[in-house]
């Protein structure tokens, strides 16, 4: 496993985790990683030190290595659960409105429809109009189906 600091085109910087860098690779040309706080698909690694272990350790894997890539797996696989879950019970209990999700949620937000939980997408130009208007919404990170 391997962990890459990131970076979206809005500047918002998290950490992910990867099988090898070629799999990073894969993903970020499909478009499958996106920013956790705005969605964007346009990331890229931030710049990183190496980790360099001391020469007298050469050819020797750190104590606990497996340790920690099992636990790193183990959290991962935790965080894909919690996103999985939170996904289904907003698309179970929330109105489906499509591509109409910014205009809906403007409708709700000024009392000209029905206050309820909706569900749908928003282009990055419609997200920056609902925060500009003081929308309340969320963005939720997109179910990963792709291996």
């Known amino acids: 496993m391997i962990v890459y ?8 910087e998290f950490e992910a985790w990867f099988r090898d860098s070629h799999t990073y690779d894969v993903q970020v040309k499909q478009g499958d990683i996106d920013c956790p706080l705005c969605g964007d ?17 050469k050819g020797k894997a750190p104590a606990g290595h497996g340790e920690a890539e099992a636990r790193a797996h183990e959290v991962a696989e935790k965080i894909l659960e919690a996103v999985t879950a939170i996904r289904t019970h907003v698309e179970e209990n929330c ?18 429809a029905e206050v309820r939980g909706i569900v749908g997408t928003a282009t990055e130009q419609e997200a920056s109009e609902l925060d500009e208007e003081g929308v309340e919404f969320y963005r939720l990170p997109t179910s990963r189906t792709k291996n």
Not at 46 to 54: K, V
């Open 5 to 12: 600091q990131l970076h979206c085109l809005n500047g918002h």
């Open 41 to 57: 698909t346009s990331v890229s690694k931030s710049i990183m030190a190496p980790n360099i272990s001391p020469s007298r350790n």
């Open 95 to 112: 109105d489906n409105v499509g591509t109409e999700f910014a205009e809906e949620a403007k409708r709700i937000h000024y009392g000209e």
